[in-house]
């Protein structure tokens, strides 16, 4: 039983580790876009502060899947966010619509 509850534990701490952290995650967008998303990322994309979170998810798995290409900058957009999870998408929509 005493195994079990350090089992649970170790697990339940590895969950939160994981957690996606969307402020640490948009470090690496904030170039193109603007520390607050405030910018047109190279002078071509719609500043993206304050979208509604599921229009962001629905970008990013746009450009993840290689079927979103607006400004035809698509392909470089999908290099930014091919290594995300699904997990990591949600937690930088929340975080860009809050901005
Ligand atoms: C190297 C510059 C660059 C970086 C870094 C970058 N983006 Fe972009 N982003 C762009 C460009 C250019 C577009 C327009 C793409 C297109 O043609 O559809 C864009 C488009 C977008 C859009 C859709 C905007 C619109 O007007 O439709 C979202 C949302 C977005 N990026 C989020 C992110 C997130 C989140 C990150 C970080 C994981 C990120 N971007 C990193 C340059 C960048």
Known sequence: M???AVLTLAAATAVT??????????????GCHGAHGEKKAL???AP???WPKEKIVEALKGYKAGTRN???????????????SDADIEALAD???KQ
């Not at 580790?17 to 904030?30: N, R, S």
């Not at 607006?70 to 995300?84: E, H, N, R, T, W």
């Open 2 to 4: 005493k195994k079990l």
């Open 95 to 97: 975080y860009i619509s």
């Open 48 to 50: 993206i502060k304050g």
């Open 17 to 30: 580790l994981m957690a996606a952290d969307g402020a640490a995650l948009y470090k690496k967008c904030a």
């Open 70 to 84: 607006v400004y035809g900058m698509g392909a470089l957009m999908k290099a930014q966010v091919a290594s995300l």
């Open 43 to 45: 002078g071509k994309s």
